[in-house]
């Protein structure tokens, strides 16, 4: 395989690591090479379980819930379809993360307006699902091979876009918590300083609950008994 594939494998794979994700793979015409490729680095058991090769339109209906209408109107190379697909495998996986390829390879397809070398990926997490294309051109295993490389480089830019977002929307939420935090202290020091000055303007504050000059009990008011 391609120094670079390879290099593009460990890059996503050290990424499923860092969270404990485990990933699943829906191939069409790379026939299981995206697998393959990510299969070959050790300790892949941890992170990577099944994986489905969907050749024909009733193999993605029947075990991946590719809707069959649109197969039937649009093929099975498209952006829909790739969605499909990689939500199919990634729900019936169990898996954090999915990737689906679908294109054409080569050679020309028959019946076919779409050119050799056009492929679709799809990625799909439990919270978000993208489709990206390309046009390749090359022999059939030069494109498989192609394909196998942008599906990995897709997925490493959705993995990463996806944190970034997921980095944004918590400082976003402790931005608000710590500007709540801000108006609650000041509301409760508002309360503070008006309790405050209404103790201060009470009229009681300034009588006398004694007349100036005698105590209250005197020592001369009580009868002391002798024992």
């Not at 829909?80 to 898996?95: H, L, N, Y």
């Not at 608000?176 to 504050?205: D, F, L, T, Y």
Request: charge should be negative; hydrophobic fraction near 40%; charged fraction near 25%.
């Amino acid at each position: 395989m391609d120094e670079e594939v390879q290099a593009l494998a460990a890059r996503l794979v050290r990424r499923l690591k860092e969270v404990k994700a485990t990933i699943t793979i829906a191939e069409s015409c790379t026939g299981g090479l995206l697998a393959s490729t990510l299969t070959d680095i050790s300790g892949a058991s941890d992170w990577f379980g099944q994986s489905w090769v969907c050749y024909s339109y009733d193999s993605k209906i029947n075990e991946l819930d590719v809707q069959r209408d649109l197969l039937e109107s649009k093929g099975a190379v498209n952006a829909t379809v790739a969605i499909q697909m990689a939500e199919g495998a990634r729900e019936r996986s169990g898996a954090d993360l999915a990737i689906s390829i679908t294109g054409i390879a080569g050679p020309v397809a028959l019946n076919s307006k779409k050119p050799v070398g056009l492929v679709y990926v799809g990625i799909a997490s439990a919270h978000w699902a993208n489709a990206e294309s390309v046009q390749m051109g090359g022999s059939r295993l030069e494109n498989k091979i192609s394909f196998v490389h942008f599906a990995l480089k897709t997925a490493i830019d959705c993995w990463d876009k996806a944190k970034v977002r997921h980095e944004y929307a918590i400082a976003e939420k402790e931005k608000a918590a710590a500007e709540a935090a801000v108006e609650s202290a000041k509301s409760e020091a508002a309360k503070a300083r008006k309790a405050a000055e209404a103790a201060a303007g009470s009229p009681w504050q300034d009588e006398s609950w004694q007349n100036q000059g005698k105590a209250i009990g005197d020592d001369t008011d009580v009868e002391w008994q002798k024992e």
